[in-house]
């Protein structure tokens, strides 16, 4: 039992180190290695299983909406992207630049992609021609390259995997219609897969996405009250379709712009789920992406019928769930252990006694509640064990995200709640003015995350300057 207590103080306890306890759940729990390009990390195993995980749930979701995937190149020439000037101007500070060729002095300048809005757009050109062509609903799972000058595993890394969806449709309505419904596809995914409260909203004008007419965003509070964007959808008008020159023949033969979107996710996800859900013994893994659902810890193995029985069950339960046996020889106190710290959501337990009783123990990674169940409806048992923690852990966030959410009138009262409760969500009105935004986040700390979609008043003036309020705003300190 000692191993078993080295082990758990191994990780720096959240409450007197929050960024350290993150930085040691990533690397103790495998998730992650460093790798010798500054800025950039090694995703190991059991950190891309998540990912997998993720990818296939999302990408049926993608698909059962019609989108194809498709792949772009990684490397666009200079004039490519120089042809949306706003937009190269949001990501100017940030591209890569490939310069030379084996010896040789490329004759034009290639961006490593930080996002692929003109590689596609180049391509609709070429094969948008007719209303019948439209909608093009393409996405693409890759990675992006962002020099980032302040990094953390899967936060901000100038490397990282996500996708990208980009439509084109022959109408306002209809490109503003997918944007919504993607930004609605994400709060699903977050809500039901993750087990991660958002709050859905529209971003200010000022920080709205680079060529953007509306970036609508899903905002996560963490555990230590500090927000996270975790998922971005863009409506960009015909901005885009104007500058590449893409055209397409309507039904009364005239010629017209397309409508374009964007939207996407990030591995930053997974960093969303350490810092909802993980706590003081490693990470807490909803179970939809967790690449193990099911642990199952022979106990008393030497005895004559523990792994045999232990393999049975998890053959049955394969059928079902992710499962794996640990019959290694390690202690069982050492495997409780590592399981979970890799945020294993269910443990199963079967030793001789358990198989007399024709049963096993099951045990919640949130709350390591133990049930005794049947062997003869195990399956059921798992299953409703698994809806508990998935349950579990939503309930906990929400509730974190409930009492770390102040209403404020005034930036005193901002001022106010932080010190009182530390960081969380302050909801203040707004004027709409981008000087008192950015007065706010001088005086206060608190930057503008969203307007809420579902918008609630909390006064009649601007927290700022005191004129008419225009929107209620969501404003924390993010990551």
């Known amino acids: 039992m000692a191993q078993d207590k080295k082990m758990v103080e191994q990780i720096t306890s959240m409450d007197v180190d929050f960024a350290q306890w993150y930085t040691d759940i990533c690397k103790k729990a495998d998730l992650i290695d460093?790798?010798?390009?500054?800025?950039?990390?090694?995703?190991?195993?059991?950190?891309?299983?998540?990912?997998?995980?993720?990818?296939?749930?999302?990408?049926?979701?993608?698909?059962a909406l019609g989108h194809e995937n498709v792949y772009m190149p990684m490397f666009i020439p200079e004039?490519?992207?120089?042809?949306?000037?706003?937009?190269?101007?949001g990501f100017a500070p940030e591209v890569a630049w490939v310069t030379h060729g084996g010896s040789e002095k490329l004759t034009e300048k290639l961006c490593v992609r930080p996002t692929s809005e003109t590689l596609f757009c180049e391509h609709y050109a070429n094969i948008i021609r007719s209303y019948r062509d439209l909608p093009k609903l393409y996405n693409q799972w890759c990675s992006v390259v962002r020099w980032e000058k302040t990094t953390r595993p899967f936060l901000r890394s100038r490397e990282f995997l996500w996708q990208e969806g980009h439509t084109m449709h022959a109408t306002a309505e209809e490109a503003i219609a997918e944007t919504v419904q993607m930004l609605n596809c994400y709060a699903d995914f977050h809500e039901q897969d993750l087990a991660m409260p958002v709050v859905k909203g529209v971003k200010t004008p000022s920080d709205k996405f680079a060529g953007a007419e509306d970036t609508y965003a899903l905002e996560a509070l963490m555990h230590d009250g500090k927000a996270l964007q975790v998922a971005t959808s863009?409506?960009?008008g015909d901005g885009f379709a104007k500058a590449f020159d893409i055209q397409y023949t309507d039904k009364d033969n005239k010629l017209q712009y397309p409508h374009q979107t964007s939207w996407g996710c990030t591995t930053r996800m997974i960093g969303g789920i350490i810092m909802t859900h993980g706590d003081n013994n490693g990470l807490v893994l909803p179970p939809a992406i967790a690449p193990i659902q099911v642990v199952i810890i022979p106990v008393q193995q030497h005895k004559e019928g523990v792994l045999?029985?232990?393999?049975?069950?998890?053959?049955?339960?394969?059928?079902?769930?992710?499962?794996?046996?640990?019959?290694?020889d390690n202690s069982p106190g050492w495997k409780f252990s590592e399981y979970e710290m890799k945020g294993v959501p269910v443990r199963l337990?079967?030793?001789?006694?358990?198989?007399?009783?024709?049963?096993?123990?099951?045990?919640?990674?949130?709350?390591?509640?133990?049930?005794?169940?049947?062997?003869?409806?195990?399956?059921?048992?798992?299953?409703?064990?698994l809806k508990a923690v998935r349950d579990g852990i939503y309930n906990k966030a929400l509730e974190n995200r409930e009492k770390r959410t102040f209403d404020c009138k005034t930036m005193e009262e901002i001022t106010a709640a932080l010190a009182a409760n530390g960081d969380g969500f302050i909801r203040a009105m707004w004027c709409g003015d981008e000087e008192c935004e950015d007065r706010i986040k001088a005086e206060t700390g608190v930057g503008s995350r969203c307007i809420p979609l579902e918008q609630e008043s909390v006064g009649e003036v601007c927290a700022c300057c005191g004129k008419p309020a225009k929107h209620m705003v969501l404003w924390a300190k993010a990551y």
Not at 308 to 328: G, I, Q, T, Y
Not at 358 to 374: E, I, P, Y
Request: charged share 35%.
């Open 34 to 63: 460093y790798s010798s390009v500054k800025g950039c990390m090694i995703i190991r195993p059991y950190g891309y299983a998540i990912w997998e995980n993720i990818q296939k749930n999302l990408d049926d979701r993608f698909k």
């Open 349 to 385: 337990e079967i030793g001789p006694r358990d198989i007399e009783n024709n049963s096993c123990v099951l045990v919640t990674r949130h709350d390591r509640n133990k049930t005794f169940a049947s062997l003869d409806n195990l399956e059921e048992a798992v299953a409703e064990q």
């Open 308 to 328: 045999e029985k232990a393999e049975e069950l998890r053959a049955r339960l394969s059928a079902k769930f992710r499962v794996k046996v640990d019959a290694s």
């Open 234 to 236: 863009h409506y960009f």
């Open 79 to 89: 004039s490519l992207l120089n042809k949306e000037k706003e937009h190269v101007a």
